[in-house]
């Protein structure tokens, strides 16, 4: 199993924990830190954090999330590797979760929703070394997506 390399904290506010938990869990290999019951799950990545992602049970009845509401858009977990992204795409794909891949120049990311319509990023970010100067998302890191030769990418960017 891959892990994210980090993401601040997040609560979400969920229909149902348990399957929320698991789809968790079982896609991102994520911890559980703490537990209260039906009501509240507290989840890591393993990196030293009590948690970066807590999920609060709102009951199976609830609305939303809403596209053409305020509120949040997406949350995303940094990975540490291209590979793990790889990896991450290919069980996605075991697990019949549809997903996107966004190509934002310095990183590349894959988007797909949890059991509740929360959607999710999970993304690779270039080092900073090997950013553009300018504008830092108009870089052409991954002209093939997640099959990038990396290293030839970024070679080919720094003759530039």
Known sequence: MVKPR????????????????A????LLDLDVMARY??????LSSGNDSSHELALMSVGEDAPGPESDRVGMYHFAWRFAELADLRALRAQLEEAGVKAG?????????IYFFDPDGNEIECYYELPKQHWPSGDIFAGKYFPDGLDTDLAKAIEA???K
């Open 157 to 159: 960017a720094a003759a």
């Open 101 to 109: 891949v966004g190509n934002h120049g310095i990183s590349i990311g």
């Open 37 to 42: 019951g039906d009501e509240m799950v507290f």
């Open 23 to 26: 789809f968790y869990t079982s």
């Open 6 to 21: 980090n993401l601040g904290h997040v609560v979400l506010r969920v229909r149902n924990v348990e399957r929320a938990q």
